[in-house]
T-cell receptor, first 114, second 111 residues
Framework: DTAVSQTPKYLVTQMGNDKSIKCEQNLGHDTMYWYKQDSKKFLKIMFS???????INETVPNRFSPKSPDKAHLNLHINSLELGDSAVYFC?????????????FGPGTRLLVL | GQNIDQPTEMTATEGAIVQINCTYQ??????LFWYQQHAGEAPTFLSY??LDGLEEKGRFSSFLSRSKGYSYLLLKELQMKDSASYLCAVRDEDSNYQLIWGAGTKLIIKP
């Protein structure tokens, strides 16, 4: 059974389009995250939700909008895609927000904007 | 500010031992994680240190010195499957407890 799943795994699209990435976790965790991993391999936090409430919202263009319909799902919608949005986007989850809690990552969505 | 430094790439021989270092500067240190990431895959958890000292887990051990802002990951009896990137991440309480990630060290294992 997949713990944290994301769809799609690959996404190739044109500049200016709107796209969504979906994430689901079946671990019963309270906290979920979206990360962006660029070509230099840095993982940067974008958003974090705890019990469907937004708790971390880093300096991300407002073209990116997360939505958490329930604790098990955190989706990411991106409007007006730009070339610089090309990256791997990882969803992750943790039991809760305690500092020692491990984050479990989904397989990633490879986004290429042409 | 926050900064995490790791070597970009290391090479080691199958069966040997390798130590991957990580130095950090954060204002509100609250734990350090090591993750393994194989090419094209997701990061997976290896270890967590919050107190000074060595944590051993099978072939992998992780060390922390908070006063020096320093950690290392020690991999023993290297296997070809250990070829991967190793990411150091620090929990920073002054950044809403989010994880601050290093760029990772790409480890290449040769026969």
């Amino acid at each position: 059974d997949t713990a944290v799943s994301q769809t799609p795994k690959y996404l190739v699209t044109q500049m200016g389009n709107d796209k969504s990435i979906k994430c689901e976790q079946n671990l019963g965790h309270d906290t979920m995250y979206w990360y962006k991993q660029d070509s230099k391999k840095f993982l940067k936090i974008m958003f974090s939700y705890n019990n469907k409430e937004l708790i971390i919202n880093e300096t991300v263009p407002n073209r990116f909008s997360p939505k958490s319909p329930d604790k098990a799902h955190l989706n990411l919608h991106i409007n007006s895609l730009e070339l610089g949005d090309s990256a791997v986007y990882f969803c992750a989850s943790s039991q809760d927000t305690r500092p020692q809690e491990t984050q479990y990552f989904g397989p990633g969505t490879r986004l290429l904007v042409l | 500010g926050q900064n995490i430094d790791q070597p970009t790439e290391m090479t080691a021989t199958e069966g040997a031992i390798v130590q991957i270092n990580c130095t950090y500067q954060t204002s509100g240190f609250n734990g350090l994680f090591w993750y393994q990431q194989h090419a094209g895959e997701a990061p997976t958890f290896l270890s967590y240190n919050v107190l000074d000292g060595l944590e051993e887990k099978g072939r992998f051990s992780s060390f922390l010195s908070r006063s020096k802002g320093y950690s290392y990951l020690l991999l023993k009896e290297l296997q070809m499957k250990d070829s991967a990137s190793y990411l150091c991440a620090v929990r920073d309480e002054d950044s809403n407890y989010q994880l601050i990630w290093g760029a990772g060290t790409k480890l290449i294992i040769k026969p």
